[in-house]
């Protein structure tokens, strides 16, 4: 009898999670080890479980899904990564394959394809859903047109993406620092910064942005 494949489950939602594990279970081959809902205790539990695979999520607090894969494959590079998310961008699969992913799922796949990409990756392949794998040969195709917006994109600290996020919910700069821990000083320097940044001069503009990369949907 094979032995069975480990998989920790990575994401925010507790009732995800926990469906996933439900239907995981009726799988003979697969293993549930644990379960995570951030980066940081994703690395941990890693670390300590020493799964076959980890279903990464990307938007989580404290630490997002993009750094913790690329901490993940840095310390653990023989442990595969499935991303499973709603994030249907092309900047987010490119991050994501970056970072050092194995596979990009979106949340509302089936069951069967979910079973698929997770047989695809533990085989040492790379499992791109359809819609994402369309995206990604465009962005190709198109000759790396995105890539200068990217770039910097993939300059702003997570601190600065966490507070353009909740900029674009239309959060007050009290509410953020009061939801991130911070001082209102310090968050009108992180939305100063962002400004410069992305060179977009008011808060409206820091919304379109947040909404044509997929951070928010409107």
């Given amino acids: 009898m094979e032995k069975a494949q480990r998989i920790l489950i990575v994401d925010d939602h507790t009732l995800f999670r926990a469906g996933i594990r439900a239907m995981l279970a ?10 995570a809902e951030n980066g940081r205790d994703a690395i941990r539990a890693v670390g300590q479980l020493a799964p ?25 590079p023989e442990v595969r990564v499935l991303v499973m998310t709603l994030h249907k961008a092309e900047d987010y699969v490119h991050a994501s394959l970056k970072a050092g992913a194995d596979g990009y799922i979106l949340k509302d796949a089936t069951q069967e394809e979910l079973r698929v990409a997770i047989r695809t990756v533990l085989q040492r ?16 195709l198109g000759g790396g047109k995105s890539s200068a917006a990217s770039s910097v994109y993939d300059s702003l600290t997570h601190r600065e993406r966490e507070v353009l996020k909740l900029v674009a919910e239309g959060k007050s700069n ?7 821990s ?13 400004m410069s940044k992305l060179d977009v001069h008011n808060a409206s503009g820091l919304t379109a942005y947040a909404i044509e990369r997929g951070l928010v949907v409107m």
């Fill in 26 to 35: 009726q799988d003979p081959g697969i293993e549930v080890v644990g379960e």
């Fill in 182 to 194: 911070l001082s209102v000083k310090t968050v009108e320097k992180h939305r100063s910064n962002l």
């Fill in 52 to 76: 076959h695979l980890v279903l990464m999520d990307l938007t989580m607090p404290q630490m997002n899904g993009i750094e913790a894969v690329t901490e993940i494959k840095r310390r653990y």
């Fill in 125 to 140: 392949k790379t499992y791109l859903s359809t819609d994402v794998s369309a995206k990604v040969v465009s962005g190709y």
């Fill in 174 to 180: 009290k509410y953020i620092a009061e939801f991130l």
